[in-house]
Each structure stands twice: as C-alpha cells, then as structure tokens.
C-alpha cells in the first residue's frame, strides 16, 4: 500500500491528477505527524489490514502504519541498510524483512519518507487479523517503547469460510471494553459516536469509487493497471485516510481520470507513459517487491502484460464482494470490516477469488509471486496454484521474490520466468487459435 507517489519516480514520469492530490496528502500527514508533539495530537501506531482509521480518527488521533514505512523506505532504496541494521541487533535473516526493516528504521532515528522524524507512539493498537507476525512484531515495538499502552482487537480467523454474528458480537464487546476506553484514556476525550457516524459515511462512498475503479478493468482494454498501478490506489483507503474528505475526493478524481480512459478506449499510464498493445490480461497473487517496484513493473508492461485483477489490492478490504463501512451500526461494521480481511480468509476462499478474477476479468493466465519472508502469503501457493489452474483451465507462472530486502529479488531470473511465461502463453494462444481456424 504505497502512501508515498514519488519515492520511485524519475522526473519523466507522467503524473495524473489524483496522483499530485495523493501526494499532498501523505505530505501534510508527516507535516502534521512531525509536529504532534507541540500540537498535542496523539500518536497511534497500528497496521493496515483490519485498521481502525475511522475509531482513530473520531478521537483525532494521527495513525502510523510500520508496514507503510518498511515499504515506503524499500522504494527508496534504503530498506537493505535498515534490515542490516535490525540484523546487527540479533534478528534472524528469516524474520519478515518489513519487520527488519521497520525496527532498523527506528534504530536509525526513525526518520520517515519526507525527511522529517516519526514520533514515538501515544498508543500501540494491534488489530490481529490473521497475520501471527503482527503479534511478534507488536512485542518488539513494546519492548521499544515500555512506556506506551497497547490496546490488542483479536480477530477470529475465518477457517469455515465466513463470520458468524457471534464472531461479530465478540470483536464489538472487545471495542467497547478495551480499544474505546484505552483511547478515552490516552486522548482524554469521550467516545464521539456521531463523529464515527460521519466517518463511516465518507468510507463507504471512497469505497464506492474504489470498487468502481478496480472493476474498470473487465473493459476489453484495461484502464488500469490494477497490481502495480493498484498499490497507489488503495493507498488513501487502507491507510491513514479513510473516512476524510479528502480520501472521498481523491477517488472522485481518481475515477473521473480512469473514466475518460475507458472512454477513450485508453490503458494505464506507467512510468514510461501511456501504455501500449495489451497483449496480455493476468491476474496476480501476492504482494510486490517494492526494493525494484519500477523495474518489476517494467517487466509487465515492455511484453505488453496488463495486470486486470490482484488479491494484494484487497490486503486493506474485500470491497468488491459487497463491503462497505455503515455508519448506522458504527462498531459492527468495524468489526465486520476487519472479519473479512483477506489475510483473515482460509485459503480455499483465497483459491476460489483467484479462480473467480481470472474469469470475471477474461485473464490470459495468472502469477503466484511467493514472497520469501511473508509467510501469511506464501504458505500453500503452489497448492493454489494447481488449484486455479484445475478450476479455470488457464496456466499459472511463479515467480519468488521479497517485500523489502533487496537480497532476495534477482532481476534477471525474474525476467526470464516473466518472459518464458508469455511466451508460453503466446503459444497456447496460437495453438488454440489454429485448432478454430482447421
């Protein structure tokens, strides 16, 4: 989920609208994050799947997200001296590299990516769903700062596939026994149920052109690119933002851009520009490297792949299966938001939205990229893999990489699995074309 537009860009990337809004955003938030101290604004650090921003929000808190930094600083290049940093201090070369990455940050004075530092945190909000990671990394940021609250939201793991009222009904009575009154206490303030209200509303209508956006991309020309073009997207709704007035209107200006596309019959814009013939519609699985996230890009793009559908996009929420925050039942419908994380769904509900986004977006094949650290991807993909390929007869490619260590991403084995991949798909595409025409 990149808050941050310009960390990999070269001066010749072409910049839309939305994305000059987006970058004024993340900007006054580190303005206003570097100088909560004198302002008197809380600091709550947290993380993105299953976020509380709206609750944060109602209590005028200022969120940070450890897993936005840690990629946030892969994208700058700078995530391979913090790992090492982390590594110096006895953490193992297994352990999740945004972890590493995170702690090695702090280490160094936690310095954010407008330069400016990141306050110590007023309350640590674990909200877990699914990750068991989190858990281990929330323990290392108490050790850090022994000083600070720390308020845990456990989120029952979907195993059956879906949640039940009573899954519903325990996340609600953990609200209102311990994250509300640890915000009352730490901010001073009483539970504001209109402010949540209003919140609430503004998310479900960002969420609303969101899911329009996203689905743009079933047109026979894709408008979007919705894995790497996507990460900026969600940017605003999984972070620090949902529920403001200017998420609504970042994605009223984001759809408007990605409507005159579909319009013109136009695809995504890239790096380089407008891109080219579409000669390839995939779907992927698994979050991106973000340590070489232009030249992964890239890859796509020169061999003219489109990426129509990722489950990655969906980390922060599931909108497009019907989701959207409620503001006339405000703590059920956060913890329904944080039941239907994907990180909290089981892996055969995980196969079946795969299977689905390759039919629903008419995809050529799809890519399993297995991260080498993020296990709460990773486990089973070769397993799914097999599956989608069983359940929609389309072929699969995988390819291994990592989050933020730079390490573990080799651009020249990638690229030659990219590129056998399409070939392999160009062949099929002929073969069954010719067995039409005999």
């Known amino acids: 989920m990149s808050q941050n537009l310009d960390v990999d860009a070269k001066p010749s990337i072409e910049k839309e609208e939305s994305m000059f809004v987006q970058k004024k955003m993340i900007a006054d938030h580190f303005d206003r994050l570097a100088n909560a101290k004198e ?5 709550v650090y947290t993380f993105v799947p299953g976020n509380l921003t709206e609750l944060m929000l109602s209590f005028d808190t200022l969120p940070v997200l450890p897993e936005i930094n840690a990629l946030q600083a892969g994208m700058r290049k700078m995530s391979g001296e913090y790992i090492a940093e982390a590594e110096r201090h006895g953490h193992s070369e297994d352990v999740c590299t945004y972890v590493k990455c995170d702690i090695g940050m702090m280490l160094k004075g936690n310095i954010g990516p407008t330069g400016q530092k990141i306050p ?6 674990l909200s877990y769903t699914g990750c068991f990671t989190f858990l281990k990394w929330f323990e290392l940021l108490r050790d850090r700062y022994p000083n600070c609250p720390v308020a845990m939201l456990h989120v029952p793991y979907q195993g059956e596939g879906e949640y039940t009222p009573e899954m519903v009904k325990y996340v609600v009575e953990q609200l209102k026994r311990e994250i509300i009154p640890k915000f009352e206490k730490v901010t001073g303030t009483s539970f504001n149920e209109g402010a949540l209200k209003e919140l609430l509303a503004n998310s479900a ?7 329009w956006v996203l689905e743009a991309a079933k047109n026979p020309v894709s408008p979007i690119d919705s894995y790497f073009g996507g990460v900026y997207y969600i940017g605003p709704i999984f972070t620090s933002f949902r529920g403001t007035p200017g998420a609504v209107a970042y994605y009223k200006q984001l759809r408007k851009e990605v409507e005159a596309r579909v319009e013109a019959g136009e695809g995504p814009i890239t790096p380089d520009g407008p891109m080219g013939e579409q000669k390839f ?11 070489s996230f232009r030249e992964f890009w890239k890859m796509f793009y020169d061999e003219g792949a489109v990426v129509v559908a990722s489950t990655y996009t969906k980390v922060g929420g599931v909108y497009e299966r019907g989701f959207r925050h409620d503001p006339e039942k405000p703590l059920e419908t956060l913890a329904e938001y944080c039941l239907g994380c994907y990180t909290n769904l089981n892996l055969p509900d995980r196969v079946g939205m795969i299977a689905n ?7 050529d094949g799809f890519l399993m990229n297995s991260v080498k650290s993020c296990n709460s991807f990773s486990s089973g993909q070769l397993v799914m893999l097999r599956e989608v390929e069983k359940r929609t007869g389309r072929a699969g490619a995988f390819i291994e990489t990592d989050l933020v260590d730079p390490r573990y991403f080799s651009a020249s084995n990638v690229k030659n699995r990219l590129e056998s991949y399409f070939q392999m798909l160009a062949q099929k595409r002929a073969a069954a074309q010719a067995e039409v025409m005999a």
């Open 120 to 125: 110590d945190p007023d309350l640590l909000l």
């Open 357 to 363: 986004y390759v039919k629903e977006y008419n995809a």
């Open 281 to 291: 519609r995939i779907v992927v699985e698994g979050p991106p490297n973000w340590t």
């Open 39 to 43: 302002s008197g604004k809380k600091v």
């Open 205 to 211: 209508l960002a969420e609303n052109d969101l899911v």
